[in-house]
């Protein structure tokens, strides 16, 4: 139920890399570079991270200098990481012409053959665009064009691998107010509308009706059942809903609709149960709910002012941990159950403003982070405490 207008604590993207705990005597990081690029340089917005065949770290980014996608692939050694880069899409060619802007709300996955999909926006055609790497290099195209008079869709992409081995995309059709879903077919991605949403109509209060818009913050799943679960924002309404499919039909749940909530969610479906974690706007805390993906409890994990944005949720056995902004102090914080309690920690931060779009992958039983630095306009990644 929407009844306040919340806060916006707005996520930026990807660029380089910090190693935690490299110090060398004077107490200050050493940053590990995920790429050098000259300077002036912002590199990683929209940051998307996953782990290879090999367990290397993988990251995808939106290369703000050069309005092209990124791709960089580490190698973990000891306390540090070294990565080699590579230009996926749209960065300027040998004559120096740009040939569009390509890259943002980029989201990776690698299929059951080990290749590597991403889906991001065109920006510069207001489409959801992939791209694809085999043995012949990176492809591209485009996966859908949204379903308004005039494209403005690929917000907020979101990629799983479904049951049968095939990419699936979801994605924020700000043309229309949509969510939206493009399935891989076997030589193109089919788009169809999952939730269009509903007009807002505040009856007796005096205030007028709010359009239906509904699909930020997208987030897709694939659960152990072959069903997808989706968890995004419904503007109108002000509230966190899920949707849970079979490939062609969908059920859509309401998780929680206390006041303005349910911007920045991250999904997660283990042991039979669904985690949602997400922000509550109206109050600026973070929240988790868990549920049979019907019905859902809810609790608030950190209570502390303007957190809550950013969210990176996995689940160890029956313990949720999660990633999360400070928007206060601009800081990456973590918050792991251990039994019926929360212990909340910083992560990083002190010295620069970190935890903008917050990733979580593990690798030979070591958890990591990646995030955006802000301050320095690269990745930060680096082994969670």
């Not at 998307?48 to 996608?69: I, Q």
């Not at 072959?226 to 309404?237: L, P, T």
């Not at 002000?238 to 609709?257: C, E």
Request: contains cysteine.
């Amino acid at each position: 139920m929407r009844i306040a207008v919340g806060l916006l604590l707005l996520g930026i993207g990807v660029g380089a890399t910090g190693c935690k705990g490299c110090e060398d005597g004077s107490g200050e990081e050493k940053p590990t570079v995920v790429s050098d690029p000259p300077d002036p340089h912002d590199v990683g917005s929209w940051l998307t991270m996953k782990a290879d065949s090999k367990g290397n770290p993988v990251v995808a980014y939106y290369d703000r200098t050069s309005d092209g996608l990124g791709y960089a692939v580490g190698k973990v050694s000891g306390s540090g990481v070294t990565w080699v880069t590579e230009e996926v899409d749209s960065y300027p060619d040998e004559n120096g012409l740009n040939p569009g802007d390509a890259g943002r709300y980029a989201s990776m996955s690698f299929d059951n053959e080990a290749v590597p999909w991403i889906v991001y926006q065109d920006t510069t055609n207001g489409t959801l665009k992939y791209a694809r790497k085999d043995d012949g290099g990176w492809s591209s195209a485009m996966a859908d064009v949204g379903g308004g008079a005039k494209s403005d869709a690929g917000y907020w992409a979101s990629l799983a691998i479904d049951k049968d081995g095939n990419p699936v995309a979801v994605h924020y059709d700000k043309g229309r107010g949509d969510l939206r879903i493009a399935r891989w077919t076997g030589d193109k991605f089919q788009g169809a509308i999952v939730d269009e949403g509903s007009d807002y109509d505040p009856a007796d209060s005096g205030l007028e009706t709010i359009p239906g818009n509904t699909g930020e913050y997208a987030k897709i799943t694939i659960g152990d059942d072959g069903k997808e679960y989706i968890a995004y924002y419904d503007r109108a309404w002000g509230a966190l809903r899920l949707a849970v499919g079979n490939g062609t039909s969908f059920n859509i749940v309401t998780v929680d609709d206390d006041g303005d909530v349910g911007q920045w969610p991250d999904v997660v479906v283990s042991g039979g149960k669904v985690y949602i974690a997400y922000q509550d706007v109206t109050q600026g805390h973070l929240k988790l709910a868990v549920g049979s993906g019907s019905s859902f409890e809810v609790e608030v994990v950190d209570a502390a002012a303007y957190t809550g944005a950013d969210t990176a949720l996995w689940v160890d056995g029956s313990s949720p941990g999660i990633l999360y902004f400070d928007g206060v102090n601009n800081d990456q914080k973590l918050a792991r159950k251990d039994g019926a309690a929360w212990k909340i920690e910083t992560v990083t931060g002190s010295e620069s403003a970190r935890g903008y779009h917050n990733e979580s992958i593990e690798v030979d039983g070591k958890r990591f982070s990646a995030c955006y630095d802000y301050t320095t306009r690269e990745i930060w990644f680096a082994a969670l405490p």
